[in-house]
Every structure is written in C-alpha cells, then in structure tokens.
C-alpha cells in the first residue's frame, strides 16, 4: 500500500466544488509551499473572537447566546481538539484526514452539532462555496464520531456578517475614546449529515495523489491558465 498522507478537511471540500481541477490538487499535494499566498490575519482574530465570546455566554448563563437559538436547545459546549488530536486514518485509501471544528455544542440528549463560523457577508458567492463547507463538516463530523464526540446529530453553518449601514455608523454608542465597535449579525445555515460523502472523496485523493503526474487541467481553469503564463515569463 502507498504511504500515508494527510489532508485538511476544508482541503477535502474542494474536491466537491463544480469548479475542482485535479491538476491544480495535484500540484498543491506535491508541492512543499505555495507562492503569493497572503491570508490576513484580522479574519483569524475575528473567528477566535467569536468563539471566546459563545464559549463564554455559556459559561456565564448555562445556555446559548439568542443568536443561536435557530439551532434547537443547545446545553452547553466541548472545546475543539487540536487538528493533531482530531484526525482519522482512512483504511481504505490510507490517507489521514484531519481538521479542527469551530464549535462543538451539545444538545439536551447529549448529542452533538458542529458548527463552523463564517466571518462574511452571505451572498450568493458564499452560496457557490457551499458544497466545500458540506463536505468539510461532514469530514469533521465522521471524525468525531471515531474521537469521543459520538453521536454526531448535526451540522451548520454560521455566517457572522458586519452591521457597516449608515444608520450603524451614526450610533453614538459604536464610538469610543479609543476607537469603534462593529456589530455583526448572525445567519444559520442547516448543512445535512452525509457521511457517506467522505469515502469515495478520500479514494480520490489518493487516486489524484498517486498519479506519477499532473493530470490535466480541468477546461476552463483559471489557475492553470496563470500558471501556465508564470512559466511562459520565467522562460523569457
């Protein structure tokens, strides 16, 4: 059997958009480091942000903040294992899938629904991502019914979108002596459990992976297309 590989369970999602170039997977699995990427880390900040904010509404009032309430009778939480504690090793394609859930809340019967936090507007681009968001909650969600989160009883998504209309902007209280407040709203999105999803995506990985080289581009593509161009520069 091949040796073992790992991928993130966001990474397994792009597998599932309409848009998904093998080429361009194969290229990212294979290379020690990509170029020209740049994620800001105010969006990171943000996301931890949130997370202290509904970890500590609960601990404070043993239930969930109102914004969430869309999501049934919630208890309490688990704190998110670390990605390296929270991974599985697939037997039939040996690769290693891992990731790190946003939130973990627990329900009455004590089951648990996994949610994921989106610091973005929810737009109908948002909308086109969904099939990756499936498919990375549904990754979270085979991995914690194998690590101590069984049973797994739902998923979701949570887009937290900035409050930046004028009538916000005026409000005297979104001022401070050392700067502003932002508001944000919260919008839910059920996402359903389909585990069954994660298997054949896993076999094609490793499939992808083991090619001796890049497959062809998907029609199309525009990140080979610049590629291409890079290597037509570089060549001058």
Known sequence: MSEPITIAAKNLGGLAMPGFCPRCFWIQMHAEGIPYQIFPGIFSSIDAYGKRLVHGWFDRHNSAPPWLSQLGNIKGYRK??????????????????????DGILVRQDDSHLIVDYK?????????EL???????????????EQKGFAP????ALVYTEPVTDDATAAKDTNLTHSGFLMEFSAHIRAVDLAPDKIPPLLA?????????????PQEGCEDCAMLQNLIEVAGR
Request: proline share 10%; aromatic share 12%; hydrophobic share 35%.
């Open 204 to 216: 094609n990985v490793r499939e992808i992976f083991d090619r001796k080289r890049p497959p062809v």
């Open 80 to 101: 998110p294992p670390h990605y390296s504690k929270f991974s599985i090793l697939d037997g039939e394609s040996n690769v290693v899938l891992r990731g790190t859930p």
């Open 130 to 144: 969904f099939p990756m968001y499936e498919v990375q909650l549904n990754a979270y969600a085979v991995i914690g």
């Open 152 to 155: 797994i009883s739902g998923l």
């Open 119 to 127: 610091t973005a507007k929810f737009t109908a681009h948002q909308d």
